[in-house]
């Protein structure tokens, strides 16, 4: 029986990857880094913060995920976690050198879809072998008859990034480039999200690769930063939390023009390491179903807690003390394997 089988966002959770934070950093300087994160904050490459993030930083990152791992235990879900990396050593191609960032964020790395797990070919170089660290879990799943397969690994030259494009994407259209959650699963529908780390040509690639089972929508023209999961949560059938700031009432993709729209309340911001977030204060919807009525969201998102309960979700308020330090909230560092559930047609 394969271990993989996922179709949706919100079938019984089963089996999970969490994320760790053992060693992470902030990479060495390098356009790609520059330009996606770092540009909107600093004059010049060299001004990145690079280095090990504060101790005590990755010591409550580090007790926050071990608690969150707990819960889904105690709900009877299996958890893997990632082996830990040292991130500190220097890798690269005859291109370009680098150094790793963490394994905080497995959601970047894995692409659960049905009985296939996809490595997902990233944006930035640093994480350029970050899979490694799910390599013994892939080895497992394979082995259990799931269907493994990576994108074609990009280059990642000089010439796929852009620093702050007066118009068009930062990330060149030469080869297919995408973390996995720029991807949102609701079935036979899959989202794709077209931003500084995700491209047209990984949207073909996916598309052809999941083949006429599914309709995969690009969506593009409402947010061009990373990832779709601090713009759209999905929460059970017929029911979506959709970002005001980023998404008007008449951008609303046609998927959801049956669905309830919840309408995200302002969110709750959370602090930051640094003289400025890595990651917006959105990062307070980035929150994971573990089933069709039972949410796991930051404990600090009380607003976003009490709409849901509104619309008869049960809430489990968890502590993720760092989310806007390390660029991720409970869906980012975490990576659903398994739910309990078929393929269906949501719309």
Not at 132 to 155: D, M, T, V
Not at 231 to 243: A, E, K, Y
Request: aromatic residues 10%; glycine residues 8%; hydrophobic residues 40%.
């Amino acid at each position: 029986m394969s271990l993989v089988e996922v179709h949706n966002e919100w079938d019984p959770l089963e089996e999970m990857i969490v994320g760790i934070a053992h060693g992470a950093r902030v990479p060495r300087p390098d356009k790609g880094l520059f330009a996606l994160d770092y540009s909107e904050h600093h004059d010049a490459m060299h001004e990145i913060p690079s280095g090990p993030y504060p101790e005590q930083v990755v010591a409550e990152a580090e007790e926050d995920l071990d608690a969150f791992a707990a819960f889904l235990v105690g709900h009877g879900v299996t958890v893997r976690r990632p082996k830990k990396s040292f991130h500190a050593e220097v890798f690269g191609t005859s291109d370009w050198k680098t150094d790793g960032e963490y394994n905080y964020c497995p959601r970047d790395v894995l692409l659960p879809i049905g009985k296939t797990i996809i490595e997902a070919p990233m944006a930035l170089r640093s994480r350029y072998f970050e899979p490694f660290a799910y390599r013994e879990h892939l080895q497992a799943y394979f082995a259990s008859g799931a269907n493994w397969i990576s994108a074609p690994k990009p280059q990642l030259g000089d010439n796929t990034y852009r620093v702050n494009p007066r118009e068009g994407s930062i990330i060149a259209n030469e080869e297919p480039i995408f973390d996995a959650a720029n991807v949102l699963r609701m079935g036979r529908d899959i989202l794709y999200l077209e931003s500084r780390s995700g491209n047209r040509l990984g949207y073909e690639w996916l598309k052809r690769v999941l083949g006429d089972q599914y309709r995969v929508h690009a969506l593009s023209g409402f947010y061009d930063g990373t990832h779709l999961d601090t713009t759209i949560t999905l929460v059970r059938p017929g029911l979506v939390v959709l970002n005001p700031e980023r998404i008007a009432k008449d951008q609303v993709p046609e998927v959801f023009k049956h669905w309830d729209i919840i309408w995200a309340p302002d969110m709750v911001d959370t602090g930051y390491c640094w003289s400025y977030p890595r990651a917006s204060i959105w990062q307070g919807m980035n929150f994971i179903m573990v089933n069709p009525s039972l949410a796991v969201i930051n404990d600090q998102q009380v607003p976003l807690i009490r709409a849901l309960e509104r619309h008869g979700i049960d809430v489990a308020p968890l502590k993720m003390r760092h989310a806007r330090s390390l660029s991720g909230g409970f869906h980012c560092v975490s990576v659903d394997i398994r739910r309990r559930g078929t393929l269906e047609d949501y719309r």
